[in-house]
């Protein structure tokens, strides 16, 4: 084998040794259907009336414009019961927790590209702003939206 052949093994095999385990791409999968099209914001709850789940429905509903603008999606799952983003189907929810690693007992918040892989993961309920903020940072959103990102919805109003 040539020098530089071998010198791409190594970076690859390197690059796949340093990735997160949690941050991996989720390629293929329960969510393939999205890949390319929105991202999702996952929300995992041990049952519809966690608090944590109440707070982030808040969060989200009182920041719909900006979802819309960035594209993005929110798929609950609750329990046993999944409920998919528009236009969706849901996927089983055991499916979910197992692809993304989320234990029935946990509240977990996954922010997921449109590249399939997962941005981020809170164990608390995410704030719009925060959640804005780290898509705004992503290139193809920085491609989608003219390199200008957007506001947050505090921001917006305080000025």
Do not use: N, Y
């Not at 791409?8 to 969510?31: E, S, T």
């Not at 969706?88 to 055991?94: F, N, Q, S, V």
Request: one cysteine or more; proline letters at 8%.
């Amino acid at each position: 084998m040539d020098l530089p052949g071998l010198r791409l093994i190594l970076c690859l095999l390197l690059g796949a040794a340093l990735l997160p385990a949690g941050l991996a791409p989720a390629l293929g999968g329960p969510l393939a259907d999205w890949r390319w099209q929105a991202r999702l914001l996952l929300v995992f709850a041990p049952d519809a009336t966690h608090p944590d789940l109440l707070r982030q429905r808040e969060l989200v509903a009182g920041a719909a414009a900006g979802a819309r603008e960035r594209e993005l999606l929110v798929i609950e799952v609750a329990g046993d019961e999944v409920t998919p983003a528009p236009g969706g189907t849901a996927p089983a929810a055991a499916d979910l927790r197992r692809h993304f690693s989320v234990p029935a007992t946990d509240f977990a918040v996954l922010l997921v590209g449109k590249d399939g892989g997962v941005k981020q993961r809170a164990q608390s309920a995410l704030e719009a702003c925060a959640l804005f903020a780290r898509i705004d940072l992503m290139p193809m959103r920085r491609r989608e939206s003219g390199g200008s990102g957007g506001a947050c919805p505090e921001q917006a109003t305080a000025d």
